[in-house]
């Protein structure tokens, strides 16, 4: 076994995130049998992802604050620490705070055979799709 000391925590690009979200990385694939991709991020109040979808899907594991998670269809989800959200593999989302809130999630996935098409981002989420439930 071997301790793998925390690295600097990283500000995510505006490119894919609206507002201030924070990531730190927990765990990446150690050799090529493996595909398991975990980190922790932070969401201020207001900030959230992009629209985006991931090849093999995604678990998102709430452990702060309030947050929210949109779909497609118009759905939005308020989720709380101890909610875990599953989001299979191409499905268009996104995830964030609320506007009153921070929110921290753990973000689980695996890698595609090609690690730079495991997500695939899209446009920013509007105002009008950005609502609670
Ligand atoms: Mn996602």
Same mark, same amino acid.
């Given at each position: ?6 690295? &600097?925590?990283?500000?995510?690009? &505006? ?13 990446? &694939? ?15 109040? $207001? ?9 093999? $899907? ?30 299979? &593999? ?35 989420? $509007? ?7």
């Amino acid at each position: 076994m071997h301790l793998m000391q925390k690295k &600097p925590t990283v500000k995510n690009p &505006p490119e894919q995130f609206t507002g201030d979200v924070y990531l730190d990385a927990i765990a990446s &694939p150690q050799d090529d049998t493996q595909r398991m991709v975990v980190a922790k991020v932070r969401f201020l109040p $207001g900030a959230r992802t992009a629209w985006h979808s991931h090849a093999h $899907g995604q678990t998102l594991h709430i452990t702060e604050g309030v947050g929210l998670i949109g779909t497609r269809d118009g759905v939005v989800l308020e989720v709380r620490p101890g909610d875990t959200i599953y989001t299979p &593999p191409g499905e268009e989302h996104w995830h964030g705070a609320t506007p009153e809130d921070f929110m921290e999630h753990l973000a689980m996935l695996d890698n595609a055979a090609d690690p730079a098409s495991t997500t695939t981002w899209l446009e920013h989420v $509007g105002d009008a799709d950005y609502h609670r439930p």
